[in-house]
């Protein structure tokens, strides 16, 4: 994805007394001349000799005339002058004496001064036209992250030492920050070209140290070794430093054949002294008395640039000659220091550096940071006015250089979390582990899905063949039922002779039969009832309750029913989950509901083909345990029992405490069972439905409803608060669900297999994490593409929703839409806020 680029050319010649200022863009043309003041030459000089007077006493150092007499000697320098030993340069100065004022004061004097008058000319009226116009074009970006680039070109090197990277061109025009200056040569003869997809090669030329020593600056270089290869050349590798004529030329040779490596490189740095020469391009001290020009090298320079060389960077001094021939010959981008930098300086100017490189920064942004932070009160009271000092020049149609990750080692790094930025993730997904955390918004996910359903009309035209008896307070006041728990089982024995009559063919009893001691009379009344019912064909599965040693333990008793022609199964019920069996081997563990699909999907096949005539069936006389007669099928390979394999197994029952399946109340009560009250079913109440007359080929629960007493312990265990998604269909307003409702949906969700798998909240957030991830990855390196990336997240967050809602109606997998959202989001802020703060 690529972005307009929004940029002037801005052209700065002194000719004696004027100065022409002439900005080209956008197809149009601004000259101005302005007056160039003889006292901003002079605040200059100023300036500079308070800044050379101050660093060369840095620290107690010694004086130009001390280093003279009794240093000179020692370093060989053929009747050179220069400053100081801790400048990283070579000038001629003269005048210096003793002083005796507070130097630190007198520089930030100096330099307030300075920078007022310079400021002052640059706000001159007579170039309103030309900061009006850069101010425009900064105020039409619709990327408040995008900036219009300057690039300005200063005839002849007087003006160019001035620091304009401090001109604030916007800033008495409302438009801060959106405009960036960059320096270019007024002549170039080469094109730059792409970076090579690569590891980064950097090759770092040691020139003559002369006491300055640069184990520093190649310990900082050597802290990139993990994303970029480093080689070191020059005199600071050498094991000698006694020169001849033919080891000079050696040295000469080894920089040389460096450069022009076959490999090429894409960063070349310099750390020594150097100077401008205005013939040679600028000249480089690799050796006491021995210099390299720009010229020297331009030859094997082009090939390396040809080989990938973007970027070079002189931490060194007085380098604007350097930097114009370099981007001559087609280099994107050249740092270099404009005045001598006194050593101690380069170093904290090279820390900073080559750590905004580190995090992946280009190399204007760097050199910002570098200078922010040698301007910061801290590094300001000890190196004051050092951040005048570095530029940046640039080729006009390079994009910025910065260094890129490769290999897999640099690829993973760069997406494992870092604790300053991410901590918050693993909050996050502790939040999403909490149980009544995951049950609220289950809750609330399954009532969008209801409302999405309804608004989509997707619903079943298959009729259930469920059907409810409802014990509820109706039915219990109408037909003056005083045993309420335990039930009085004469009242069950009335239900079961009535579904008998009514032709019922599969009856399940949501009551766990335990209590026929404390009512012989009723019990025996039961036991007749239901014998009569399986000496029809009537098939019974009653509720029991296992322990937690999986072993059934409270379920319906022997004078009451036989489980040699009956079935138990757990009514035990995980909110609100879909309870299948766990272990295919273990003949104790098979839920209420599962049992009731499983005999209807036996029952169906039965009276369907004639295949399955062998099937078993309820019989009084029976001595063997029904329910594994009937579960045994599921184990045997026999093919004509597939229907049950596909009824007993999901494809992730067996990750079930991942992946369990959910209750599905997106399917409306009445797509899922019909229900009526048990006094409607005996006729002691008025009826107002016919589902009664005949109970052929359905599923008959005989239920509790709404009762307090309705429990597995009499104390309304059975009677929940009314999911969301449920009241969505009912009505809102106050209300109860019964367990034994959720039985329905799960006895439905089997036999018509829809089993709604939930991927886990904490899985979707690391998939949000990692999509999060990427496009930060993209935000940090790319932050012109910030409002578009913006743009696609809203319009992603939106389909990824109504995407999730149809999967879910028609594959049956529930992807969570909150926390992964929120999750990527905040990735999102985060990058965002970086951006601003870098």
């Not at 300036?47 to 050379?52: E, S």
């Not at 006194?342 to 050199?367: G, I, M, P, T």
């Not at 080929?697 to 009499?714: E, L, T």
Request: glycine share 4%; aromatic share 12%; charged share 20%.
């Amino acid at each position: 994805m690529t972005t307009t680029r929004t940029f002037f050319n801005l052209t700065v010649t002194r000719i004696q007394s004027v100065c022409q200022f002439e900005l080209q863009g956008e197809g149009q043309k601004i000259t101005e001349q302005v007056d160039y003041p003889l006292s901003l030459t002079q605040r200059y000089e100023d300036w500079q000799r308070a800044y050379l007077d101050y660093y060369r006493h840095l620290r107690g150092r010694k004086t130009i005339q001390d280093l003279q007499k009794k240093e000179l000697p020692n370093i060989h320098l053929r009747g050179w002058n220069v400053i100081n030993k801790n400048f990283r340069g070579r000038k001629v100065i003269s005048g210096v004496g003793k002083i005796t004022v507070d130097r630190s004061k007198q520089l930030k004097d100096a330099e307030a001064q300075f920078l007022d008058e310079f400021y002052r000319w640059l706000l001159s009226p007579d170039l309103i036209n030309i900061r009006r116009e850069i101010a425009n074009a900064a105020r039409k970006l619709a990327d408040k992250y995008q900036s219009v680039e300057v690039f300005l070109t200063c005839n002849p090197i007087e003006i160019a030492r001035l620091p304009w990277e401090t001109w604030e061109i916007g800033t008495d025009l409302g438009i801060p920050e959106k405009i960036k200056i960059y320096r270019t040569p007024a002549t170039i003869r080469n094109q730059p070209i792409r970076p090579l997809k690569r590891k980064a090669r950097i090759l770092a030329i040691i020139g003559y140290d002369t006491h300055l020593n640069f184990q520093a600056d190649k310990q900082e270089l050597e802290s990139l070794d993990s994303i970029a290869y480093i080689e070191f050349v020059g005199w600071n590798t050498k094991k000698s430093k006694v020169l001849n004529a033919d080891n000079e030329t050696e040295l000469k040779t080894e920089i040389f054949n460096a450069i022009n490596d076959n490999k090429g490189w894409d960063i070349l740095f310099f750390a020594g002294h150097s100077n401008e020469n205005i013939l040679t391009g600028g000249e480089l001290y690799v050796a006491p008395n021995v210099s390299l020009g720009i010229q020297d090298i331009a030859e094997v320079l082009k090939k390396a640039q040809a080989r990938g060389l973007q970027f070079a960077i002189f931490n060194s001094c007085s380098g604007l000659n350097i930097a114009e021939s370099l981007i001559n010959l087609g280099l994107s981008q050249v740092i270099v220091m404009r005045e001598p930098i006194h050593n101690h300086v380069a170093r904290k100017f090279l820390v900073q550096f080559v750590k905004s490189l580190a995090e992946f920064k280009d190399v204007h942004q760097a050199l910002l940071d570098a200078c922010q932070y040698l301007k910061q009160q801290v590094t300001r009271f000890s190196y004051p006015s050092a951040y005048l000092v570095p530029s940046l020049y640039r080729h006009p149609d390079a994009e910025l250089f910065r260094l890129k990750s490769f290999g897999f080692w640099n690829a993973v790094k760069k997406w494992l979390p870092k604790p300053k930025y991410e901590s918050w993730l693993l909050l996050l997904l502790l939040i999403s582990l909490l149980p009544n955390v995951q049950d609220f918004f289950l809750d609330k996910r399954i009532w969008l899905q209801a409302f999405y359903r309804q608004f989509t009309h997707q619903f079943y035209k298959q009729e259930s063949p469920l059907v409810l008896v409802k014990i509820d307070n109706k039915s219990l006041n109408e037909d003056k039922i005083k045993q309420v728990y335990p039930l009085d089982y004469s009242y069950l024995a009335k239900i079961i002779q009535k579904l008998s009559q009514s032709n019922s063919q599969l009856i399940g009893i949501d009551y766990i039969l335990d209590q026929g001691g404390q009512q012989p009379q009723q019990t025996k009344l039961l036991n007749q009832a239901i014998r009569g019912a399986v000496s029809q064909e009537n098939w019974f599965v009653f509720g029991a309750l296992s322990t937690e040693d999986e072993n059934i333990k409270e379920t319906v008793t022997a004078d009451i029913a036989s489980l040699n022609w009956s079935m138990a199964g757990d009514v035990y019920i995980a909110r609100w989950y879909v309870e299948l069996p766990t272990k295919i081997n273990n003949d104790k563990n098979y839920p209420f509901s599962y049992l009731l699909a499983l005999a209807y999907a036996v029952q169906h096949q039965k009276s369907q083909n004639s295949l399955f005539a062998d099937l078993p069936k309820p019989q009084l006389s029976s001595q063997h345990d029904f329910r594994n007669t009937i579960t045994q099928p599921i184990k045997s390979s026999d093919a004509r029992y597939n229907f049950l394999q596909n009824l007993r197994l999901h494809p992730l029952s067996n990750l079930q405490q991942s992946f369990q399946p959910i209750l599905d109340f997106s399917i409306p009560p009445s797509q899922v069972y019909k229900s009526i009250s048990a006094c409607e079913l005996l006729g002691s109440c008025e009826s107002t439905t016919q589902i009664h007359h005949d109970l052929k080929n359905k599923v008959v629960i005989i239920v509790p409803s709404g009762y307090k007493q309705a429990g597995i312990r009499g104390k309304g265990e059975d009677n929940e608060t009314v999911p969301p998604a449920i009241s969505f269909w009912n009505g809102w307003g106050d209300g109860i669900f019964s367990r034994s409702a959720a039985h329905a949906y799960m006895v439905h969700h089997l036999l018509t297999q829809r089993l709604v798998v939930p991927v886990p909240d904490f899985l979707m957030i690391l998939v949000g994490a990692l999509l999060g991830k990427a496009v930060t990855l993209i935000i940090i390196e790319k932050p012109r593409n910030q409002v578009k990336i913006f743009k696609i997240f809203w319009g992603g967050l939106v389909i990824y929703l109504l995407s999730s809602l149809q999967i879910y109606t028609s594959a049956a997998i529930l992807l969570p839409w909150f926390f992964p959202s929120l999750t990527f989001g905040i990735y999102i802020l985060i990058a965002t806020r970086r951006n601003i703060r870098e």
